[in-house]
Nanobody, 120 residues
């Protein structure tokens, strides 16, 4: 599975961004899809994951502000981010795994990352 993330950018605090991640292959719906982020000097952290039917799981920091969704017909998973804060600034990565997981070590496939910068 190859993953291509996009949609990052510079936004003011309180703003919104939608990240997209397109996957190659015919078995996209079988994968749990996750979003992680990594800020400078920090470890990569879990943000959200979606099962094959789109059910979402979130970190505490993402809950209530971010929404993960997927379109299996387009092999794409999205991360809608609202009410962004400066502490959300990071490189965001999409990833795929065969079963629910919330640690980076459990994911098998990774996209290249997209930078999100939130200014105060």
């Amino acid at each position: 599975v190859q993953l291509q993330a996009s949609g990052g950018g510079l936004v003011q605090a309180g703003g919104s961004l939608r990240l997209s991640c397109v996957a190659s292959g015919r078995t996209f719906s079988r994968y749990y899809m996750g979003w992680f982020r990594q800020a400078p000097g920090k470890e990569r952290e879990f943000v959200a994951a979606a099962n094959g039917s789109g059910g979402g799981y979130y970190s505490d920091s993402a809950k209530g502000r971010f929404t993960i969704s997927r379109d299996n017909a387009k092999n794409t998973v999205y991360l809608q981010m609202n009410s962004l804060k400066p502490e959300d600034t990071a490189v965001y990565y999409c990833a795929a795994t065969s079963s629910y997981a919330y640690t980076s070590a459990q994911y098998d496939y990774w996209g290249q990352g997209t930078q999100v910068t939130v200014s105060s």
